[in-house]
């Protein structure tokens, strides 16, 4: 049996409930608002640094990070409302300032004394500057201040929002109004903002020395910013933009609308709670027409979720559902009632909360056994899988179920309808519109958006799909005549005409199972809602939220998250593990009690035996070895490889090699497992240690971006001179076309890439010479030819090296798993749906450890089998991890001596805890033989 979570004391920094502080904004926002770091007690709203310009005037509405000659600067948002929007007229309105926080302006002795004057301010944003061109870096903060004067109608009850107005404008008949101003230093501009809107209203102020100038140096900064990110990661957060929403008028104008998109796209800088989301989007509907809501949700991914959903549950009576068979069919006796309800359930839209270890793979191949004995055939079921090696594996044994990966459906219907566009990476899509379209302006703006997404930048997605369904049509066209696409595109317009686009036959089915589903990316949530919306398709997905590990590519464990929390799914949880023994789900169990993705599946993992743990076992099964360290970076270059050879492999997989069991070693970074390979080979030279780690593939780009910058140079030579001169222009300006050129490998690759082109190419190119020495080929076209040539190779050798790439790390990896190697070393993230005898997990000990960290550590926690070992390190005296550890050993030496007494007839409840001899002793705050 598992410990009970609420059986455990989760005081700890680990588990204690989450603390919100600045660092939700940015990590980089050191301090605690006391001495040290950039957010400590003597920081004042006043401006100290010069270079000020972007933090003064500009608009802060996206967070991102730039470096430019050592110096990066961090644009960080703070307001929940932009500033962009509260200036662009209209009546909306702010929270009046609390009686605790504001500046009371004294009007006394003003000839029409009939307001109350309050002075507050709310950080809006902020620039940090870090310098690291000398010694020690230097670090610079401005932060941008809304200034609010709220004038507040005296004799009337105090509202609790004021009407925001213009300083010229006046407040006019409002019985209560604010007026703003933005800032970067109120300590030294504050007097005279008010001074003037005093002047406005006929109205002076008697303070405005000493008190205003003591209140601001006193004012909370570090306070102020937590508020601020207590906000955004409630549900107030709604109550803010449900307020500006509400504030537009009956009529808005389309410079009103497009402020609210701006507004809405700004909600992605950070993790908004799901309930506001859907607080937001109810509150669109209420106020604007069915048209006008659902482009709004388009501004947001989130809200664009909702929207699908609400349209599907309304699809909901109209799904397809199986048939019940006449007589129950056949089914395994092994499996479990949990997985039995699952599998064979008659609800259209069914979500399979399945957590590490619970048999997914087996309801899936069970699901599909169970709807072809409700008379469906096989044909008519999809499965999509997240990697091509488990769709094979559906394929291999249901050969007549339809198995592929999401993507490649998605690919699959696009070159049907777009069968000229070769998938290409981003990078040489840019260089390609910028060689031919180089003074289109329509194509420099989809250019950027493309880019922004080549860089993750934050709602870069989101404006990339806006841009491409308000200028469809013209980014058809750009991409017909460069003749490529990307996946981003590919699903973006897939998704724009999902109604229209003609679908090849083997992606159509009934019944779709989608397999790993939280590996999915939201905008893949979206079009597959809106798909099965559109095919009227039954739709059964299986996946933990929990084990998100891709959001590198773009999976969000909150997408999946809004379909648990959205009661348009009908539920069913697998709680039953059936690799790992209880002491290392208990162990597991701690680290998912601490995961936000965990609140509406309420996994706790239990394993499929009735042996109860014990202190001592759970000792034995699961080793903590902590490292303090000094200097965090440290300690792999310099502590981990003899740690390994030395402590781990003596006391630990020695005795787990004896015993001939297998030892898999699971670290984060590739540069992590590096160091322990090298350990381990150096310890056992005479066995194979088998890595997982798979090899990464890098795209080119260099004879796209060769010919945008120096196709110059090639037409004014002779076209048998071309050829040549394309090679020896790359070879001589190498520096220019991509990063690293001075590196020998980086060089090499570059001229074997050459190499191969001309190799590859030389007897068409020589027929086209041919071709224009006897006038049969005009020089135009000749060159035209080459140009498109060189794309062409750069875009199918990009895509060969990636499907080849793939190829080998699928084999290379299934061999080394087939092989049994005693020894394996893995990323955690190729760990993923693996298992092993006995497991080593490196973990970083972190107290303001990230919840896409703390997943991480929870899928590393669940692949072992017999025992685990936790090599951690960190910096901190007193690490959670070692506390949660603590507090599972003390929970079972409870249990074990509870157990003990029941064994010998005696209630526990009745024993005296403070008995010094050992022995026990009846507590007599209570009367003999009465239970508790």
């Given at each position: 049996?598992?410990?009970?979570?609420?059986?455990?004391?989760?005081?700890?920094?680990?588990?204690?409930?989450?603390?919100?502080?600045?660092?939700?904004?940015?990590?980089?926002?050191?301090?605690?608002?006391?001495?040290?770091?950039?957010?400590?007690?003597?920081?004042?709203?006043?401006?100290?640094?010069?270079?000020?310009?972007?933090?003064?005037?500009?608009?802060?509405?996206?967070?991102?990070?730039?470096?430019?000659?050592?110096?990066?600067?961090?644009?960080?948002?703070?307001?929940?409302?932009?500033?962009?929007?509260?200036?662009?007229?209209?009546?909306?309105?702010?929270?009046?300032?609390?009686?605790?926080?504001?500046?009371?302006?004294?009007?006394?002795?003003?000839?029409?004394?009939?307001?109350?004057?309050?002075?507050?301010?709310?950080?809006?944003?902020?620039?940090?500057?870090?310098?690291?061109?000398?010694?020690?870096?230097?670090?610079?903060?401005?932060?941008?201040?809304?200034?609010?004067?709220?004038?507040?109608?005296?004799?009337?009850?105090?509202?609790?929002?004021?009407?925001?107005?213009?300083?010229?404008?006046?407040?006019?008949?409002?019985?209560?109004?604010?007026?703003?101003?933005?800032?970067?230093?109120?300590?030294?501009?504050?007097?005279?903002?008010?001074?003037?809107?005093?002047?406005?209203?006929?109205?002076?102020?008697?303070?405005?020395?000493?008190?205003?100038?003591?209140?601001?140096?006193?004012?909370?900064?570090?306070?102020?910013?937590?508020?601020?990110?207590?906000?955004?990661?409630?549900?107030?957060?709604?109550?803010?933009?449900?307020?500006?929403?509400?504030?537009?008028?009956?009529?808005?104008?389309?410079?009103?609308?497009?402020?609210?998109?701006?507004?809405?796209?700004?909600?992605?800088?950070?993790?908004?709670?799901?309930?506001?989301?859907?607080?937001?989007?109810?509150?669109?509907?209420?106020?604007?027409?069915?048209?006008?809501?659902?482009?709004?949700?388009?501004?947001?991914?989130?809200?664009?979720?909702?929207?699908?959903?609400?349209?599907?549950?309304?699809?909901?009576?109209?799904?397809?559902?199986?048939?019940?068979?006449?007589?129950?069919?056949?089914?395994?006796?092994?499996?479990?009632?949990?997985?039995?309800?699952?599998?064979?359930?008659?609800?259209?839209?069914?979500?399979?909360?399945?957590?590490?270890?619970?048999?997914?793979?087996?309801?899936?191949?069970?699901?599909?056994?169970?709807?072809?004995?409700?008379?469906?055939?096989?044909?008519?079921?999809?499965?999509?899988?997240?990697?091509?090696?488990?769709?094979?594996?559906?394929?291999?044994?249901?050969?007549?179920?339809?198995?592929?990966?999401?993507?490649?459906?998605?690919?699959?219907?696009?070159?049907?309808?777009?069968?000229?566009?070769?998938?290409?990476?981003?990078?040489?899509?840019?260089?390609?519109?910028?060689?031919?379209?180089?003074?289109?302006?329509?194509?420099?703006?989809?250019?950027?958006?493309?880019?922004?997404?080549?860089?993750?930048?934050?709602?870069?997605?989101?404006?990339?799909?806006?841009?491409?369904?308000?200028?469809?049509?013209?980014?058809?066209?750009?991409?017909?005549?460069?003749?490529?696409?990307?996946?981003?595109?590919?699903?973006?317009?897939?998704?724009?005409?999902?109604?229209?686009?003609?679908?090849?036959?083997?992606?159509?089915?009934?019944?779709?199972?989608?397999?790993?589903?939280?590996?999915?990316?939201?905008?893949?949530?979206?079009?597959?809602?809106?798909?099965?919306?559109?095919?009227?398709?039954?739709?059964?997905?299986v996946g933990d939220a929990s084990q998100t590990l891709y959001e590198f590519r773009s999976a969000n464990p909150r997408a999946l998250n809004t379909l648990e929390s959205s009661g348009v799914f009908t539920t069913f949880r697998l709680t039953t593990n059936y690799r790992s023994n209880q002491e290392i789900l208990d162990f597991a169990n701690v680290v998912l009690g601490g995961l936000e993705t965990n609140q509406f599946a309420n996994i706790q993992l239990q394993a499929n035996s009735l042996v109860v743990p014990t202190?001592?076992?759970?000792?034995?099964?699961?080793?903590?070895?902590?490292?303090?360290?000094?200097?965090?970076?440290?300690?792999?270059?310099?502590?981990?490889?003899?740690?390994?050879?030395?402590?781990?492999?003596?006391?630990?997989?020695?005795?787990?090699?004896?015993?001939?069991?297998?030892?898999?070693?699971?670290?984060?970074?590739?540069?992590?497992?590096?160091?322990?390979?090298?350990?381990?080979?150096?310890?056992?030279?005479?066995?194979?240690?088998?890595?997982?780690?798979?090899?990464?593939?890098?795209?080119?780009?260099?004879?796209?971006?060769?010919?945008?910058?120096?196709?110059?140079?090639?037409?004014?030579?002779?076209?048998?001179?071309?050829?040549?001169?394309?090679?020896?222009?790359?070879?001589?300006?190498?520096?220019?076309?991509?990063?690293?050129?001075?590196?020998?490998?980086?060089?090499?690759?570059?001229?074997?890439?050459?190499?191969?082109?001309?190799?590859?190419?030389?007897?068409?190119?020589?027929?086209?010479?041919?071709?224009?020495?006897?006038?049969?080929?005009?020089?135009?076209?000749?060159?035209?030819?080459?140009?498109?040539?060189?794309?062409?190779?750069?875009?199918?050798?990009?895509?060969?090296?990636?499907?080849?790439?793939?190829?080998?790390?699928?084999?290379?990896?299934?061999?080394?798993?087939?092989?049994?190697?005693?020894?394996?070393?893995?990323?955690?993230?190729?760990?993923?749906?693996?298992?092993?005898?006995?497991?080593?997990?490196?973990?970083?000990?972190?107290?303001?450890?990230?919840?896409?960290?703390?997943?991480?550590?929870?899928?590393?926690?669940?692949?072992?089998?017999?025992?685990?070992?936790?090599?951690?390190?960190?910096?901190?005296?007193?690490?959670?991890?070692?506390?949660?550890?603590?507090?599972?050993?003390?929970?079972?030496?409870?249990?074990?001596?509870?157990?003990?007494?029941?064994?010998?007839?005696?209630?526990?409840?009745?024993?005296?805890?403070?008995?010094?001899?050992?022995?026990?002793?009846?507590?007599?705050?209570?009367?003999?033989?009465?239970?508790?």
């Amino acid at each position: 049996m598992p410990i009970l979570l609420d059986d455990i004391d989760l005081s700890t920094a680990a588990m204690a409930s989450k603390r919100v502080d600045p660092k939700f904004f940015s990590s980089k926002l050191t301090g605690s608002g006391k001495k040290t770091g950039l957010l400590n007690e003597s920081l004042r709203p006043v401006n100290t640094t010069t270079n000020t310009a972007y933090a003064m005037t500009n608009d802060i509405e996206v967070k991102h990070s730039s470096t430019q000659h050592d110096i990066t600067t961090s644009h960080v948002p703070l307001a929940p409302i932009t500033r962009r929007s509260l200036n662009a007229g209209g009546s909306f309105t702010l929270p009046t300032p609390h009686v605790d926080d504001r500046f009371a302006v004294d009007t006394s002795a003003s000839r029409h004394d009939d307001w109350d004057v309050v002075f507050d301010m709310t950080p809006q944003a902020l620039v940090l500057y870090e310098d690291r061109s000398g010694d020690r870096p230097a670090r610079d903060l401005v932060i941008q201040y809304r200034m609010e004067l709220s004038f507040l109608k005296k004799g009337l009850p105090e509202p609790a929002h004021v009407t925001a107005v213009s300083l010229t404008a006046g407040y006019g008949n409002h019985d209560a109004a604010v007026f703003l101003q933005w800032d970067t230093s109120p300590l030294d501009n504050a007097r005279a903002f008010i001074q003037e809107a005093l002047l406005n209203a006929g109205l002076t102020g008697s303070n405005l020395a000493d008190e205003l100038d003591q209140w601001l140096r006193e004012y909370p900064v570090y306070e102020r910013i937590t508020r601020l990110a207590e906000i955004w990661d409630s549900e107030t957060i709604a109550d803010e933009v449900c307020r500006y929403v509400r504030d537009m008028p009956a009529g808005p104008t389309q410079e009103q609308l497009n402020m609210l998109a701006v507004q809405l796209r700004y909600l992605e800088n950070y993790n908004v709670p799901l309930e506001a989301y859907r607080s937001i989007h109810r509150q669109l509907g209420q106020t604007f027409s069915d048209q006008v809501a659902a482009t709004l949700s388009k501004q947001n991914l989130s809200l664009l979720m909702n929207h699908t959903l609400a349209h599907l549950e309304q699809m909901k009576p109209q799904l397809t559902v199986p048939t019940v068979p006449a007589s129950p069919p056949a089914l395994p006796g092994h499996l479990s009632k949990q997985q039995l309800d699952a599998l064979t359930t008659h609800e259209p839209l069914v979500m399979t909360q399945a957590g590490a270890g619970t048999g997914k793979s087996t309801v899936i191949l069970e699901r599909i056994k169970y709807l072809e004995a409700c008379g469906v055939p096989a044909s008519d079921i999809t499965v999509l899988s997240f990697t091509n090696a488990a769709a094979d594996n559906i394929t291999e044994k249901n050969p007549n179920v339809g198995s592929m990966t999401i993507a490649r459906k998605i690919i699959d219907i696009y070159a049907l309808n777009h069968p000229t566009h070769k998938v290409s990476a981003i990078d040489t899509i840019i260089n390609s519109i910028d060689i031919f379209y180089p003074n289109d302006q329509l194509a420099a703006q989809f250019r950027m958006r493309l880019l922004e997404v080549d860089k993750n930048k934050t709602g870069a997605f989101t404006a990339l799909n806006t841009f491409v369904e308000i200028h469809f049509d013209a980014v058809i066209a750009l991409l017909d005549r460069i003749e490529q696409t990307s996946l981003e595109l590919q699903i973006i317009i897939c998704y724009q005409r999902i109604d229209t686009m003609a679908e090849p036959a083997h992606v159509a089915s009934k019944y779709l199972i989608i397999d790993e589903v939280q590996d999915n990316s939201v905008f893949e949530f979206i079009y597959v809602l809106k798909y099965i919306t559109k095919h009227a398709q039954s739709l059964f997905i299986v996946g933990d939220a929990s084990q998100t590990l891709y959001e590198f590519r773009s999976a969000n464990p909150r997408a999946l998250n809004t379909l648990e929390s959205s009661g348009v799914f009908t539920t069913f949880r697998l709680t039953t593990n059936y690799r790992s023994n209880q002491e290392i789900l208990d162990f597991a169990n701690v680290v998912l009690g601490g995961l936000e993705t965990n609140q509406f599946a309420n996994i706790q993992l239990q394993a499929n035996s009735l042996v109860v743990p014990t202190a001592d076992s759970f000792r034995q099964k699961v080793t903590l070895d902590y490292r303090p360290v000094t200097r965090i970076t440290d300690f792999v270059p310099q502590d981990l490889q003899p740690l390994v050879h030395n402590v781990v492999v003596p006391t630990y997989v020695d005795s787990c090699l004896s015993r001939g069991e297998q030892v898999a070693f699971l670290a984060y970074s590739r540069r992590e497992v590096a160091q322990i390979q090298k350990a381990l080979e150096k310890r056992y030279p005479s066995k194979h240690v088998a890595s997982l780690v798979s090899e990464k593939v890098y795209a080119t780009d260099i004879f796209s971006k060769y010919i945008k910058l120096y196709w110059n140079d090639v037409l004014q030579v002779q076209p048998g001179n071309a050829a040549f001169v394309v090679s020896q222009g790359i070879k001589d300006n190498m520096d220019k076309l991509t990063r690293n050129a001075g590196a020998t490998n980086v060089e090499k690759a570059i001229l074997r890439t050459i190499s191969e082109w001309w190799v590859e190419n030389s007897l068409t190119i020589n027929g086209w010479v041919a071709l224009y020495n006897q006038g049969a080929l005009a020089h135009t076209v000749f060159f035209d030819q080459l140009r498109d040539n060189l794309l062409s190779f750069e875009i199918q050798r990009n895509q060969k090296k990636l499907n080849v790439n793939k190829q080998k790390n699928q084999e290379r990896k299934r061999k080394n798993l087939e092989s049994k190697a005693d020894l394996v070393v893995s990323t955690i993230h190729g760990a993923k749906g693996l298992e092993f005898d006995n497991v080593v997990v490196l973990y970083k000990e972190d107290t303001t450890m990230s919840q896409d960290t703390k997943r991480m550590y929870y899928v590393a926690f669940t692949r072992a089998m017999n025992s685990q070992y936790v090599l951690s390190y960190g910096t901190a005296k007193n690490p959670p991890i070692q506390s949660s550890y603590e507090r599972i050993v003390n929970t079972l030496t409870e249990r074990d001596k509870r157990s003990a007494l029941l064994a010998q007839g005696i209630d526990p409840d009745l024993v005296d805890d403070s008995d010094d001899d050992g022995s026990p002793g009846v507590d007599t705050g209570r009367p003999a033989g009465q239970a508790g």
